[in-house]
């Protein structure tokens, strides 16, 4: 995931992020580009350059290729790519493990548009889950590199035996 340095994860559906600069690219094939099954929401995958060398990318959506057959066939080294409505059912179905969140120093909107970004903007909805807890889940930041424009931070899941579910 990707979260502007004024808290949005998008400007709206048809976003093409230019404000992440092509550091997030980097990161993105840096982490990725070992192998491996993607699961991207429907337009992600639009957005996606083909093929991906060594990567496998699966389309998801609700009535095809769902994110639980994605966690199904992928197992622990599947990498999930799409925006707040899928990042949010992977955190409720707890399918997440490890979040790589990439913090860019520039902002989705200039400064005179924010009074209409809050109406088709969709904020940061990844960094409340990361510092919350879900039942017996809590995640720690395990790592904060920077990366050009961006803090790239990486997040493991706890399970805490002792609070219960």
Known sequence: MAVS???FLARSAT??????????KRVFRVLSGVGGMLGASVRTASL??????????????RDRVTLQDF???????????????L????????LLHEVHLCRSRRRAFASDDLA???????????TPMLKGRQGRVTWAMTMSTDFGDLVVE?????????TPA
Request: charged residues 30%; aromatic residues 8%.
């Open 116 to 126: 209409r970004c809050c109406t088709s903007a969709y904020p940061d909805v990844v």
């Open 71 to 85: 966690a199904d066939n992928s197992g622990e080294d599947g990498w999930l790519l799409g925006g707040p409505g």
């Open 48 to 61: 996606m350059p083909r093929p991906l060398d060594g990567r496998d990318l699966w389309e998801l959506s």
């Open 87 to 94: 990042a949010v059912e992977a955190f409720e179905q707890r």
């Open 5 to 7: 340095a004024d808290g």
């Open 154 to 162: 990486k997040w493991q899941s706890r399970v805490d035996m002792g």
């Open 15 to 24: 976003d093409d992020m230019r404000w992440l600069g092509q550091e997030d």
